[in-house]
């Protein structure tokens, strides 16, 4: 079986110039403090929406002592989380959807094909494969460790309605 040719072609992209630090993710995802899964963008291409970005993985990571004592896996999710904030990220900064934030809509033909562990840096792309504004992306994915692909699919994103949910929120407190 020949190997699966990646999104972006990683060896044209330069990973010590950064597009996007963690201040400049801010400004398009919501997450904070431990659900903070990338470290920088380091590609963003408007003619076919792919993205490059990567999280470094450390021994100070909120899931390390648990998942699993004495041997760290990065658990699957986790690594979906990265992926997402990565699409978020590219649906934000070129505003396809016309959404304050996106959100989890699906996933598809998702398989882990290796483990990510404390010490790696987990490189994560997508490339944008439909939009519906103001209802949907879908975007292919892969990640990346080492050159090798350890998760890959495919990633629906909808608009969060951030109105609705605080409403509901203050409603909710109010009982």
């Known amino acids: 079986m020949s190997e699966k040719e990646f999104l972006v072609d990683l060896s044209q992209i330069d990973f ?15 997450q904070r403090f431990e659900m903070e899964q990338l470290t ?3 590609y963003a291409n408007e003619q076919d929406f792919s993205c490059v970005g990567y999280k470094d993985v450390t021994d100070n990571e909120f899931w390390g002592r648990g998942h699993m004592p004495g041997l ?8 979906l989380e990265s992926i997402a904030q990565l699409c978020s ?3 934000q900064k070129y505003d396809l959807l016309g959404a304050d934030i996106v959100g989890f809509g699906g996933l598809e033909e998702v398989r ?7 010490g790696d840096r987990l490189i994560v792309m997508c490339r944008l494969s439909k939009v519906r504004r ?3 992306i879908v975007c292919d994915f ?4 080492k050159n090798k692909i350890v998760a890959e ?3 629906k994103g909808v608009p969060i309605p951030v109105a609705a949910v605080r409403e509901f929120m203050n409603k909710r407190q109010e009982k």
């Open 16 to 30: 010590s110039r950064p597009l996007a630090d963690l201040e400049e993710i801010r400004k398009y995802n919501p």
């Open 40 to 42: 920088a963008v380091v």
């Open 72 to 79: 760290p896996l990065m658990p699957g999710v986790v690594i």
């Open 89 to 91: 990220f590219v649906t």
């Open 112 to 118: 882990f094909r290796d483990s990510v562990l404390p």
């Open 134 to 136: 103001g209802r949907m």
């Open 142 to 145: 892969q990640a990346v460790v």
């Open 153 to 155: 699919g495919v990633l």
